[in-house]
């Protein structure tokens, strides 16, 4: 059973926020599985992108308070399980920190596991493309969680 999540992209303010607000939604209050996220280079200190806040919020999850921050050798230490967004990121990570490398896959491991594309200053269709496939990709791990 995994206890903490951390889900990592490279700024911290499109997909990883996302993902992390979907698995907290998903999981419920009281739930003890605690989610975080990270960047790989961080916009440190900003909100989440308004079009990705914009679809949260249309599904009903408050995205306002997220805060991006980097991702460090002690956050993905402090993991049970790593979600990367793509296989770059996965890389990444283990080089971070190697001996996590047991523990991180990609967020869409259970589906086609191709990775979930960057929709960074692009138009809302690829925001809502994203999202689709990042919510599809939540939906498969709950059962591990």
């Not at 975080?36 to 989440?48: D, R």
């Not at 793509?86 to 869409?108: N, Y």
Request: aromatic content about 6%; charged content about 20%.
């Amino acid at each position: 059973m995994f206890q903490n999540v951390l889900v990592v992209c490279i700024g911290n303010i499109c997909r990883s926020p996302t993902a992390e607000l979907l698995f907290r939604h998903r999981l419920g209050e009281g739930s003890k599985v605690t989610v975080s996220s990270a960047g790989l280079g961080a916009m440190v200190g900003h909100g989440i992108d308004r079009t990705a806040l914009d679809l949260l919020s249309e599904h009903g999850i408050d995205g306002s308070a997220h805060r991006a921050r980097q991702l460090d050798r002690s956050l993905i230490r402090s993991a049970d399980l790593v979600l990367a967004m793509e296989r770059d990121h996965v890389g990444s990570v283990t080089r971070m920190a190697p001996e996590a490398s047991g523990k991180v896959f990609l967020l869409d491991r259970w589906l086609d596991g191709q990775g979930i594309p960057d929709p960074y200053r692009q138009s809302r269709p690829a925001f809502e493309h994203v999202y689709t496939l990042i919510n599809n990709s939540v939906n498969s791990w709950m059962k591990y969680l």
